[in-house]
């Protein structure tokens, strides 16, 4: 599977084929949707665009390859998903390098995407097997009136069909920490990879292939969203979807009826600064938070709100670390890569136009060439800009002074998003009480806010999302409870 033998595998002519019952497999519409190189704008990569009769193949073989998986021992999943991690760490330089491509992920970051995957992965195993090979029993006598004799046998079943829908940013992190949990809860995965890192993600699926999963239990299905987005988050076949992304989220949850969601949507991560927070500390954390990946992130941060005591120090501190910030392609490991698209570059340009025409003040001169954009601290924003509500998804920070914490909790509180937050103090009665008092999924006191490690619950708030991921919560949430009771015929005790 190294280097330019997967492509082989994977490809018809020059378009990459999808994957059904253990195949490769060329579409029938003898379409294809194009990838464009982020940092070049050329084109880079062609996916087959499946139809809607593909997506029917896709779950009828998930629907057949989940009826044997299930019965399959929970050491046998384990001893799977262990050998696909170990394929995945082998193959991270073939896959981390889709990724550079692909998402414009410098190298650095998108091996440490790759190898952390294979971490999920085995991690996930171990943590199967002892959630799932426990069950619950139960008695009918505490109850009054309910003599001992009944006898309930509780145990977690597997949902069926998982629709895993991964977005852009952390294509095939974020497709293994669905995939994981649903395979070892005994359920089987279609996945729908993001046009931009579809390559990149199919490669996993390879290294799936190669791990002798067995054929249907994992399916790739490739396309436009215009096409068989709809149709796919909305077929009977599909008992449970895991989406990670936007805007579409929200449109996927009032379409798919009577079944469970797991949704990160995005965030408008806020970060309290006080008084007497330690401001070299936040300053490091601000600039990891909001510039890692050119702001990439869900949990990056997204607004600062700094006490005005603290403000003008903790701006210069946060400034001189912008200038240590390496910008340029990813293939140089710099820390700003091209954002996604240029559809992107716009929105964040327009957010930050919109910002200084209302008078906010950028520290840095804005700077852009085709996706790149150079990292802008923007301070002094106000309520009425749209950069302090809206996520620019980019290197761009907001800064807004405050006059009281309470000011900050409630631009935390108000915004639709409630993602993460992030308080910095060295009073840690205080930080609790903020914490508590934030709104928000989860909140990081004295550090950046962050997805990880990957077995803490994740989750959101208000349009950030629904239900919580984490590899715990994700096995448990993709299994329901079955019980089976047992009637003994008559009292089970005696009074004499």
């Known amino acids: 599977m190294a280097g330019q033998g997967v492509f082989k595998d994977l490809l018809d002519g020059d378009v990459f084929k999808y994957y059904v019952d253990g195949a490769w497999t060329p579409t029938t519409s003898g379409k294809s949707v194009g990838i464009v190189n982020p940092s070049t704008l050329k084109p880079l990569f062609k996916i087959s665009a499946c139809t809607q009769d593909e997506v029917n193949k896709c779950v009828d073989s998930c629907k057949a390859a989940q009826k044997l998986w299930a019965k399959v021992p929970l050491w046998k999943r384990a001893e799977h998903l262990h050998k696909l991690a170990a394929i995945m760490k082998d193959q991270k330089i073939t896959i981390a390098d889709c990724l550079v491509k692909e998402v414009a992920k410098c190298m650095k970051d998108a091996m440490v995407e790759v190898v952390r995957s294979g971490d999920l992965i085995d991690y996930t195993a171990e943590e199967g097997i002892r959630i799932l090979s426990e069950g619950k029993f139960l008695t009918s006598d505490p109850f009054p009136g309910n003599e001992r004799n009944k006898y309930c046998l509780a145990s977690k079943i597997p949902l069926g069909v998982v629709l895993a829908i991964p977005p852009f940013n952390y294509p095939v992190n974020l497709a293994v920490s669905k995939i994981g949990p649903a395979l070892i809860a005994g359920n089987s995965v279609l996945l729908k990879p993001p046009t931009q890192g579809a390559v990149a993600t199919l490669h996993m699926v390879h290294c799936i292939h190669m791990a002798g999963f067995p054929k249907g239990l994992v399916n790739a299905i490739t396309g436009k969203g215009s096409e068989i987005g709809d149709y796919t988050t909305t077929h009977p076949g599909i008992n449970c979807i895991s989406f990670t992304g936007g805007d579409t989220g929200i449109a996927i949850s009032k379409k798919a009826g009577m079944i469970p969601l797991q949704m990160e949507l995005g965030g408008k991560d806020t970060c309290l600064v006080l008084e007497d927070a330690d401001l070299e500390l936040a300053a490091t954390h601000v600039v990891k938070g909001g510039y890692s990946y050119s702001g990439q992130r869900c949990t990056a941060v997204k607004v600062v709100c700094v006490m005005e005591s603290v403000a003008d120090e903790l701006v210069k501190k946060i400034n ?51 996706n790149l954009i150079w990292p802008v601290l923007i301070d002094k924003v106000l309520p009425d800009m749209r950069i302090a509500w809206e996520e620019p998804f980019g290197p761009v920070l907001p800064i807004m002074r405050i006059k009281s914490v309470e000011e900050g909790i409630h631009h935390c509180n108000a915004n639709n998003f409630a993602l993460q937050g992030c308080v910095f103090t060295k009073n840690i009665d205080k930080a609790i009480m903020i914490s508590d008092a934030m709104e928000s999924g989860t909140i990081q006191i004295n550090a950046a806010p962050a997805r990880g490690p990957d077995h803490f619950p994740f989750q959101g708030l208000r349009d950030s999302g629904i239900g919580s991921q984490g590899i715990i919560n994700s096995i448990n949430m993709m299994c329901k409870t079955k019980s089976i009771v047992i009637n003994l015929p008559g009292p089970s005790y005696s009074m004499g």
Do not use: Y
């Open 320 to 370: 001189e670390k912008i200038k240590k910030l390496t910008v340029g392609m990813p293939e140089k490991d710099c820390d700003i890569t091209p954002v996604i698209s240029e559809t992107s570059a716009n929105f964040i340009q327009g957010l930050v136009e919109d910002a200084k025409e209302k008078g906010a003040k950028l520290h840095q001169e804005w700077k852009r060439e085709g």
